[in-house]
C-alpha cells in the first residue's frame, strides 16, 4: 500500500513535471509567436521601407558638367528626388558626342542637350521631346584689346564648334550687332579646353565657351563681350524620347518638383554650403573659388516657341534639318502645357 501510494506520488510528480515542461514550451511557443510578430512588424516596416525605395521610378539624366546640371545635381545629393517619388541616376559625360552615344544607345532616359540638337535629332528620325529649358550659358571671351563689342568683331577670328548651339550663338550675338557669320572668319575648335588655350595665346580673337572655363578665362585677363544671358537667347533645354516620357510621366514631373525644389534650397542657402559640389561637379579649380558666381537660378519652365523657331531656322540655313517639323512637334507638355 505503501508503496502504491509511493508509485502513485512519483506519477503526479512526473505528470506536474511534464505539464510543467509543456506549458513552458507552449509559453515559449506564445512569446515567440509574440516577438516573431514585433518582429515582423519590425520586418515588414523595414520590408515596406524597402518596397517603397524599390518602388521610387529611377530616371536615368544624361547631362554634361555645367551650370545647367547643378540643380539636378543638389536635388539628388539633398535627397529631394526621393521626397517626390523618383530616384535620379545622374550620369555626367565629358562631352556632348559621349552623351550623344549613350543616348542613343538607351543607356540614358533623359539628356540635357540644346536646340540644335534636338533639330538634328528629329532630322535622323528620333522622336525626342523638348520637357523644359534648363540655366545654361555660353559667353562669348576675347583677350584682343581692339575688340570692345561684338561688331568689333567683323574680319577677326572666332573659335567654336560647327554646327552646334555654339555655331547658332555666335550667329545670334552677330545678327544682334549687325553682322552676319561670313563677315567673321571661323576656327572650328570642338574642344573647349583648347578653344581657352588657343585664346589665351592669343591664337584667335574671341571664343564661345561655357563655365567653368568662362571664370577661368576671366582669371586669365580675358573679357566678356557678350553672353547667352545678355544677348536673351536660351538654346538650353532637357529632352526625353517620347517612349520615356510615355513610360515614365510621374517620375519625370517628379524630377521637375525635385529640381524646383533644389532651386529654392539654393535661394535660400548660402553658397558656401553648396559651393563644393558646384566644384567637384562642374570642374571649377579649387583656386577660383572665390570668384565663381552661381546663377540665380529659377524654377523649371517650358522653352519659348520662339527660340525654338529661330534656332531650327538658323538649322535649315545650314542644311541640317530638312524636314518640315514645327516647333510644337518638339515641344512636350508632360510637365508644362506648350
Known sequence: MKLETTKRTIMLLALVLIVSIVGAACGSRAANTTNTGEGSGTSAAA???????????????????????????????????QK???????????????????????????????????SIYNE?????????????????????????????????????????????????????????????????????PTRLELLKNN?????????????????????????????NINPFVLAFPQSAIDAKAEAIRAMYAAYDEAVAYMQSHDKADYIDLVIEEVGYPETLKEQIEVPAYIPANQVDVKEVEAAF??????????????????????????
Open 47 to 81: 520590408g515596406s521601407a524597402n518596397d517603397q525605395a524599390e518602388e521610387l521610378a529611377e530616371l536615368t539624366l544624361g547631362l554634361l558638367p555645367s551650370i545647367d546640371a547643378i540643380p539636378f545635381i543638389i536635388a539628388h545629393e539633398q535627397g529631394f528626388d
Open 84 to 118: 517626390h517619388g523618383v530616384l535620379l541616376d545622374i550620369e555626367t559625360f565629358k562631352s556632348a558626342k559621349d552623351r550623344d552615344v549613350a543616348f542613343q544607345a538607351g543607356k540614358v532616359d533623359g539628356i540635357s542637350a540644346d536646340l540644335v540638337a534636338i
Open 124 to 192: 535622323a528620325g528620333l522622336d525626342v521631346k523638348i520637357t523644359s529649358t534648363t540655366f545654361g550659358e555660353f559667353d562669348l571671351l576675347t583677350g584682343n584689346s581692339e575688340i570692345q563689342d561684338v561688331k568689333d568683331l567683323k574680319g577677326k577670328t572666332v573659335i567654336l564648334s560647327k554646327n552646334t548651339s555654339t555655331q547658332y550663338t555666335v550667329a545670334m550675338m552677330l545678327k544682334q550687332a549687325g553682322l552676319t557669320e561670313q563677315d567673321i572668319r571661323i576656327t572650328e575648335v570642338p574642344q573647349i
Open 203 to 231: 591664337k584667335a580673337d574671341a571664343a564661345i565657351l561655357p563655365e567653368p572655363f568662362v571664370t577661368m578665362g576671366q582669371a586669365a585677363g580675358l573679357r566678356i563681350l557678350s553672353s547667352t544671358h545678355q544677348a
Open 313 to 338: 531656322a538658323w538649322a535649315r540655313e545650314q542644311g541640317l534639318l530638312t524636314k518640315d517639323i514645327a516647333p510644337e512637334e518638339v515641344i512636350s507638355d508632360v510637365q508644362f502645357k506648350k
